[in-house]
């Protein structure tokens, strides 16, 4: 969904996609302390929308357009000719502002919706035993994310008693500190715990084998992020963005082929793959299909602007792919709730949503890749 | 089984060896017992033995640790997984996984056993700690007791030979404290496990004992021997032996059931007597109330955590809210701070409702220390977090240095915080809280990772803001500290209050709460050692 959300400039569509996604993660999170990360992305999106138009008012581009109002504007030194501060504002400028803070903010929204459903242990524990270093730093950062926003509540409760701000800039700069601390400390504590459980093992491997192993795994990657940014980014790597992702892919697998063979390491109970995992992932696929669809059919109405004025089109395969996105919805299994009304451990974060965090068995398998097909 | 030959270990820019030379061998099926002030390199001790010093907390180990024949020189922490399990301080924090059956399951994955071992070794492990109707529950569901059960199984399913636990029960009410020691005791008796567990809380564990090592810190030998030998000396020691060394018992009993076989005698000296402890009566007078809740309610969602609760608190006073974990005590206190508007039902204290109250003004009527006081603590430096403390507050310059020096002299002024050790840390959370002077004092399990010196200061701490009139409020799981300092103890169970009323009838009526000297001295309600002293020197010998 996030790759559909860069590939349209439609603003009509960019509500739609967030739209799905928001109703997804509704109907089928948990609630475990993770899921509330879409409220923190959502508001994190508008903040974007928002800055970005504050910047474009206030650095004007000097576009032509139907001005609405203007600004006293400062004469700057002319070494910093081209930079303008001030000055007549033009509706389209804005609105094109509110476009890009909107495509930024909806691709956020997909983020977060990611975070919400998928639990960073489960996706973890596919993480091959190859990229072991790697994978330290994966946990860490992984558990870092939802971390935060538990420290966060426990840190601003400790600043009420000691009667501070917790609120405006005051609170915030009082509490990163405290915060990073926190989430980084918890982290790294379950990283050990890892470590001293045998994770990242290794029979007796040969050094060389394992690091040419390795190499190739993490020179692939690099290969996939840029092929990535050559398909997304059109016009740039000319053209060679799908051969350099096919080739990443490859390197890819052939490292974690090597790897993995020699690496120990068995499945407990694997997550079954059957048909409403493919229907997730699928439907992924479908929103970025209708839209690639649309745009190959010549529908102009993908890509949006606001030079000139106009009410944005809605093109009807795009639309349609998008809502297919939404099946996940129903199709995802749910999450059995079999957690019964048990006391919780009672710590200082005292989180209630802890204590309903649902059993995931086939289902969080599943959810992750409602966006990862779209990512 | 564990081999430790002339270790010395420091951390990266300490001058000072946080162990030197420690020569120690402990051989299979022990259970040894590591006792120690905070600070002292117990921790360090404990993960020296699976490797994780140092190659994951870093600093320098000279010497070498050799477990079942493998040197941690040669084996980081994972290779030795199949060998040693470490079950944390924090159950919760090590969890990989969500789900109770996935997380017994994942030390297998990582070594690689085969999927249908694997299921069989999960049920063995289920059935063992007793966790098979918990097994698709999600860990963060999980209480207390649960998680520290989950937490040792999850090492247990790679049948490792030896069990290092830090503070396994310092987190845990009382009764899930028993449930987790004894499903070790059971471990090292049936299994032949090898078992070193850190713990704070002597009383607890001293009867389990095989050996007692004491760790005096600052790089000094330990003192390695009998449990029963090392505590006739001991500095530190549970009721249970003061008491024993008070009466001249011969040995000195361990145990709740040894020492009441030999008490039957002391018991009789003391029926006739009256327990009191000084100041007691005096304290039950109702002062003035300074804060009430009203068929107060609060509700996470589902969860009720707290239902219709109606309690006062007065001046002058020691209240104990004691409970298993879950069962609102937390929820309380946060509901008198005004942390999150309740349910249903009012809170009122000194004429305000926290909620809707300034920060600035709020902690004039009322101070909370929290579970971890670290989290009070931002300052780079002791000495300016008191000057931010009397800032924030609005008080003269040096308040609050002044109350810390009240509270525990001595504290470092350029230490940070985090370097303190944990009684000092608590006294600098405490007197951050103290400087405004709010009638009303909340601590949330204030003597979690306390040793024994450190405690008797809190009981000095606490005894004085009830004479200086405070309404102080403890949610504790300690019960020996309910017996020395508590005038009233209230029993929560479910988020409903189950018994309420002066300490000693609580405390002695539940044989959950009751405190050792009285387990031993029943059906006479005396609590501490000191008030059977003192019985004793006034009738004489």
């Not at chain 1, 529908?299 to 000139?308: A, E, H």
């Not at chain 2, 030795?80 to 994942?106: H, I, K, M, R, W």
Request: some cysteine.
């Amino acid at each position: 969904m996030a790759v559909t959300a860069i590939k349209t400039t439609n603003p009509l569509l960019l509500a739609m996609i967030a739209a799905v996604v928001i109703f997804v993660v509704a109907a089928r999170r948990t609630a475990a302390p993770w899921s509330r990360s879409l409220t923190f992305f959502l508001r994190l999106g508008l903040i974007v929308i928002a800055i970005r138009i504050v910047v474009e008012i206030v650095f004007n581009q000097r576009l032509p357009g139907h001005v609405l109002f203007v600004l006293p504007h400062l004469t700057l030194p002319h070494w910093a000719a081209g930079v303008y501060i001030g000055g007549p504002v033009a509706l389209e400028a804005i609105l094109e502002a509110f476009l890009d803070g909107l495509r930024l903010a909806v691709i956020l929204v997909c983020f977060g919706a990611a975070n919400s459903l998928a639990s960073p242990y489960r996706l973890l524990r596919c993480l091959p035993a190859v990229l072991y270093e790697a994978g330290v730093a994966v946990t860490v950062a992984l558990a870092f994310a939802p971390e935060i926003v538990i420290t966060i509540a426990s840190v601003r409760e400790a600043r009420r008693l000691r009667g501070r701000a917790t609120r405006g800039l005051a609170g915030l700069r009082g509490m990163a500190i405290p915060v990073l601390e926190g989430a980084l400390d918890r982290s790294l504590q379950l990283a050990s715990s890892m470590d001293s459980r045998g994770y990242g093992r290794r029979d007796g491997t040969n050094r060389s084998t394992r690091r040419r192993a390795t190499s190739a795994t993490v020179i692939g990657l690099l290969a996939v992020v840029v092929g990535v940014y050559g398909v997304l980014a059109v016009g740039s790597l000319f053209g060679l963005g799908l051969p350099i992702l096919a080739a990443g892919i490859a390197l890819c697998a052939l490292g974690l082929s090597v790897g993995g063979k020699r690496t120990t390491r068995t499945r407990y109970r694997p997550d079954p793959w059957r048909w409403p995992e493919w229907v997730v992932a699928a439907s992924g696929l479908c929103a970025l299909a209708g839209l690639a669809a649309a745009e190959a059919l010549g529908s102009t109405s993908v890509q949006f602007s606001f030079y000139p004025l106009a009410v944005p089109g809605l093109p009807v395969l795009a639309c349609v792919g998008i809502l297919v996105a939404l099946v996940p919805a129903i199709a995802a299994p749910a999450p059995p709730a079999t957690v019964g009304p048990k006391a919780l451990g009672e710590p200082a974060t005292l989180e209630p949503s802890a204590v309903a965090k649902a059993v995931t068995f086939g289902a969080a398998g599943s959810r992750p890749t409602v966006v990862e097909g779209g990512r | 089984m564990i081999e430790l030959r002339d270790v010395s270990f420091r951390y990266g820019e300490s001058e000072i060896p946080t162990l030197s030379h420690v020569e120690l061998s402990i051989s299979e099926g022990e259970l040894c017992v590591v006792v120690g002030q905070t600070g002292s390199g117990k921790s360090t001790l404990l993960k020296a033995i699976n490797g994780l010093v140092p190659y994951f907390t870093g600093g320098h180990l000279a010497g070498e640790v050799i477990v079942a024949g493998r040197s941690t020189r040669d084996h980081p922490p994972r290779e030795l997984a199949d060998v040693v399990g470490l079950v944390g301080q924090n159950p919760a924090a090590s969890f990989v996984t969500d789900v109770v059956e996935d997380e017994l399951a994942y030390a297998m994955e990582n070594l690689g056993i085969e999927p249908a071992a694997m299921r069989r070794r999960v049920e063995d492990t289920l059935d063992l700690l007793g966790l098979h109707e918990l097994r698709a529950r999600s860990l963060l569901s999980l209480s207390g007791g649960q998680q520290q059960r989950v937490a040792i199984g999850a090492v247990l399913t790679a049948s490792p030979r030896v069990l290092v636990l830090d503070e396994p029960t310092s987190a845990l009410d009382p009764a899930a404290a028993e449930e987790v020691l004894a499903a070790l005791a059971r471990l090292v008796h049936d299994l032949g496990l090898t078992v070193v567990v850190a713990e704070h809380r002597l009383e607890r564990v001293l009867p389990f004992a095989d050996r007692l090592i004491i760790v005096p810190g600052d790089g000094a030998p330990l003192q390695v021997g009998d449990p029963g030998e090392l505590m006739e000396h001991s500095p530190v020691a549970p009721p249970i032996v003061e008491l024993g060394r008070l009466a001249g018992w011969e040995p000195l009993p361990l145990s709740v059931r040894d020492a009441r076989r030999i008490a039957a005698p002391l018991r009789e000296r003391l029926a006739t007597i009256e327990p009191t402890r000084p100041g007691e009566g005096a304290a039950l007078r109702p002062g003035s109330v300074v804060a009430a809740t009203h068929r107060l309610s609060v509700s996470y969602g589902e969860l009720r955590a707290i239902w219709d609760i109606d309690l006062r608190f007065c001046r002058g006073e020691v209240l104990a809210l004691m409970g298993r974990n879950g069962s609102g005590k937390s929820t309380l206190l946060g509901q008198l701070v005004g942390l999150r508007p309740p349910t249903a039902g009012t809170v009122d204290v000194a004429g305000h409702d926290p909620v809707g109250l300034g920060a600035r003004k709020l902690i004039k009527l009322v101070g909370l220390v929290p579970q971890d006081a670290g989290l009070l603590l931002y300052s780079a430096t002791v000495g300016a977090e008191c000057s931010t403390a009397d800032h924030d507050a609005g008080l003269e310059p040096g308040t609050t240095a002044a109350t810390l020096d009240r509270v525990l002299p001595g504290v470092p002024v350029g230490r940070h915080p985090r370097d303190l050790s944990e009684g000092q840390r608590l006294a600098l959370a405490l007197a951050v809280v103290l400087a405004p002077a709010p009638p009303l004092v909340l601590l949330d399990e204030p003597t979690r990772g306390l040793d024994y010196p450190s405690k008797d200061r809190l009981v000095a701490v606490l005894g004085d803001l009830r004479d200086a009139g405070h309404s102080v409020v403890l949610a504790t799981h300690d019960v020996e500290l309910v017996a020395r300092v508590a005038d009233r103890a209230i029993v929560l169970a479910d988020g409903e209050v189950v018994a309420d009323g002066p300490a000693r009838q609580v405390v002695c009526h539940s044989p959950v709460f009751a405190p050792q000297v009285a387990k031993i001295l029943a059906p006479e309600p005396w609590l501490t050692v000191a008030e059977v002293r003192g019985a004793l020197e006034g009738v004489g010998p």
